[in-house]
């Protein structure tokens, strides 16, 4: 069964307009997090934001904020005021613990996004 | 602050042959993974150690891959014999901690098997 489900294989965005990039996931845990990684076409992966399960508030981090719905089990990410240096691929990502005492991190499939002048 | 270093970046093998990459994290970090990014997919975790103790390879297909991580500091990848399916790029992370929730990544290998 798929972990972390973006539906979105593709987006486009005028520049300095919003975009939300859709994330659902599923876990049986209680305690678990939500990221969001940025890769651009030179291949490394960065870090955007992250959200804990318990955190009652929404994540923000500059232009990015993530929409977390929990009964939803959705983690989707807003980003304000589209640049076109924000053209890349998006990656949401759910973090478990695991039977030894570790944390896993899922990755799932990716969102292109391209941003237009 | 020097970021997760990775050579070789890009490596073009036969299949049938073998291959090693390497992993120089950042310095302190306890943790190290590395993970397999196939074309068009998000990357998969295929080894993870804490320090230099590996703390989950449930996805590493042990039959033709290995990774080691001596004196808890750098690592290597090896694959043994290359199959076509293995043409894929190689992340290796970092995290101060395993419970650490930030990965920093390196570059990548680009691996291509003809």
């Known amino acids: 069964a798929q972990k972390i489900t973006q539906t979105q294989p593709g987006m486009f965005v005028q520049e300095k307009e919003a975009v939300t990039l859709d994330c659902t996931y599923d876990?049986?845990?209680?305690?678990?997090?939500l990221f969001w990684y940025k890769q651009p076409s030179s291949g490394e992966m960065i870090f955007l934001i992250y959200?804990?399960?318990?955190?009652?508030q929404n994540a923000t981090e500059g232009r990015y904020s993530l929409n977390f719905q929990k009964a939803r089990k959705s983690a989707n990410l807003v980003i304000s005021a589209s640049q076109l240096g924000d053209s890349a691929m998006y990656f949401c990502?759910?973090?478990?613990?695991?039977?030894?005492?570790?944390?896993?991190?899922?990755f799932g499939a990716g969102t292109r996004l391209f941003v237009k002048a | 602050e020097a970021g997760v270093a990775q050579s070789p970046r890009y490596k073009i093998i036969e299949k049938r042959q073998s291959v090693a990459f390497w992993c120089n994290p950042i310095?302190?970090?306890?943790?190290l993974y590395w993970y397999q990014q196939i074309l068009g997919q998000g990357p998969k975790l295929l080894i993870q150690f804490q320090n230099n103790g590996v703390v989950d390879d449930s996805q590493l297909p042990k039959d033709r891959f290995s990774a080691e991580r001596l004196k808890g500091v750098d690592s290597t990848l090896k694959i043994q014999p290359a199959k076509l399916e293995d043409s894929a790029v190689y992340l290796c992370a970092s995290s101060p901690q395993s419970s650490s929730y930030e990965q920093y990544f390196g570059p990548g290998t680009r691996l291509t098997v003809t």
């Open positions: 310095s302190g970090h306890a943790t």
């Open positions: 959200q804990g399960s318990y955190d009652e």
């Open positions: 876990t049986s845990d209680q305690s678990y997090g």
């Open positions: 990502a759910m973090r478990e613990g695991m039977n030894t005492g570790g944390f896993k991190t899922i």
